[in-house]
């Protein structure tokens, strides 16, 4: 149809056909399709067609098109990547890929028992390894994030203590913080605790002063959003305890082949993020939370996540895989769910399993061994460049660290600027969120940072701030 001739017909969608078009519309007993929005008010419809460009009229030429788009990006693959702050750069072994790509998994949705025995089943592996990583007895399977893990097992504590005040690390990842706000909010009084600024450890002072009777949970992470390691862990669970409170902790998983689990330092409930176990980084995708905890049957009823459980089927002959709190998800209790998680993001779940059974505890060690040797390795580097601070906080460190430039009188924005032209992506910008810090900028090293992409970085920072 040539233009001028009417409505045109998109060669990708075929409801644009007039035919098709006007059989849709009588089939539901309607004239024209500006009927379906008669209900919303003139005044906010768009009296004109939308300023769109022509259609393209093959596949090669969208393929050409969305091609030159994507030219535009410069990916973690075309220049080494110091970005991190919550979805990090790990090295994905092929066969997790391989696993979620099997139509078994990729393309199913969640089955019951009966149906979807292989799923479940390896759901059950993931919940099992990874509770053993965290020292933790029972693990709901993922959620959306880390974020949402977090608020869900802050709420959970709400409703054990019967308490409705919670208390987080004011150097909080500003994302989750919004997301607990809005959340949460509705059910608890979200408040700040501060940390010191020349270390990043909370400050204990002000936890003291700000616990109280209404405290249903005290927040920590370790490591936290600028890296650093809580090394008074224990103290800040004793603390919470003494008050009646729970001790939640957020971890990155991938740390713990290396560092005592949070169980150790008195931990309630544990959350975290899988996406570094085997989960490529993507736009808007491949996260997914955690909530673990004990083995009680107080506490497991108020994960509104599944818990999938193991028994010998009727007949003895084998094992069947099923849902252990099923009556307790928000999948059944809808409108009278306690919490909500949604669906599961499944499919990461069995990525994680895949790569934790790939690696198992000697293979966590060493990749945490050899994360901490190599981003100690990339601050001394950059500690030795004249006005360059690294690491900026006194606290041991994992994976990530903060860098303050202030005194070389360039921003972060016009380090990373520089640094992008040399053919890096340099760190996340603090300045912003965290102005307490100067011009700072978390850094992220992780296994694919090789030496020469370390010795490169040090290189171009000192041409930058030059």
């Known amino acids: 149809m040539t233009p001028g001739d009417g409505p045109a017909v998109h060669p990708y969608i075929p409801n644009s056909a007039p035919g098709t078009r006007a059989e849709m519309l009588r089939a539901i007993g309607v004239s024209d399709a500006d009927t379906l929005y008669r209900d919303v008010p003139t005044d906010l419809r768009l009296e004109r067609p939308l300023d769109l460009p022509e259609a393209l009229p093959s596949e090669l030429a969208l393929r050409r098109h ?14 080494p990547s110091f970005l991190g702050g919550g979805c990090w750069q790990h090295y994905v072994p092929v066969v997790c890929d391989e696993i979620i790509s099997r139509g078994e998994f990729l393309t199913a949705y969640g089955g019951l028992w009966y149906s979807d025995h292989g799923k479940n089943q390896a759901y059950f592996e993931f919940q099992s390894m990874l509770g053993e990583l965290l020292d933790m007895d029972a693990v709901g399977l993922t959620t959306y994030d880390w974020s949402a ?21 004011r150097n909080l990842s500003p994302e989750k913080r919004a997301q607990m706000h809005n959340f949460a909010r509705s059910a608890a009084e979200i408040v700040d605790v501060a940390y010191e600024a020349d270390t990043g450890l909370l400050d204990l002072d002000d936890l003291r002063a700000k616990l109280s009777s209404s ?7 370790n490591p936290s959003f600028l890296g650093t390691l809580e090394t008074r862990a224990g103290e800040i669970a004793r603390l919470a305890h003494e008050s009646g409170a729970l001790c939640v902790v957020g971890v990155d998983p991938i740390s713990l082949g290396l560092l005592a689990p949070p169980s150790t330092y008195g931990a309630d409930i544990v959350t975290g993020e899988v996406q570094p176990l085997g989960i490529h980084m993507q736009y808007g995708g491949g996260l997914g939370g955690f909530v673990a905890t004990r083995h009680d049957s107080r506490w497991l009823a108020e994960i509104p996540s599944l818990l999938t459980s193991i028994m010998r089927t009727a007949d003895g002959s084998g094992l069947g895989y099923g849902w252990a709190n099923w009556v307790e998800t928000s999948w059944v209790k809808r409108e009278e769910s306690r919490d909500f998680t949604g669906t599961t993001t499944g499919l990461w779940t069995i990525a994680a399993a895949v790569y934790l059974s790939l690696m198992g505890p000697q293979g966590m060690r060493e990749l945490g061994e050899t994360i901490v040797a190599k981003a100690t390795y990339a601050a001394r580097l950059l500690d030795g460049i004249e006005g360059v601070r690294a690491p900026a906080l006194g606290a041991p460190f994992f994976k990530e660290f903060v860098v303050d430039f202030s005194a070389t009188g360039k ?10 032209e040399r053919g890096i992506i340099g760190g996340k910008d603090l300045s912003i969120d965290f102005p307490g810090q100067g011009q700072s900028a978390l850094f992220c090293v992780t296994e694919m940072h090789m030496q020469d992409y370390l010795d490169r970085l040090a290189a171009a920072v000192e041409e930058v701030t030059r």
């Open 66 to 79: 969305v091609t030159s788009l994507l030219d535009r990006n410069v990916s973690c693959e075309d220049a």
């Open 411 to 420: 921003t972060v924005a016009e380090v990373n600027a520089g640094l992008l």
């Open 215 to 221: 405290t249903a949970a005290v927040y920590i992470e």
């Open 149 to 169: 893990a977090t608020t869900t097992a802050l709420l959970m504590a709400c409703r054990l203590t019967h308490r409705g005040q919670v208390l987080v690390p």
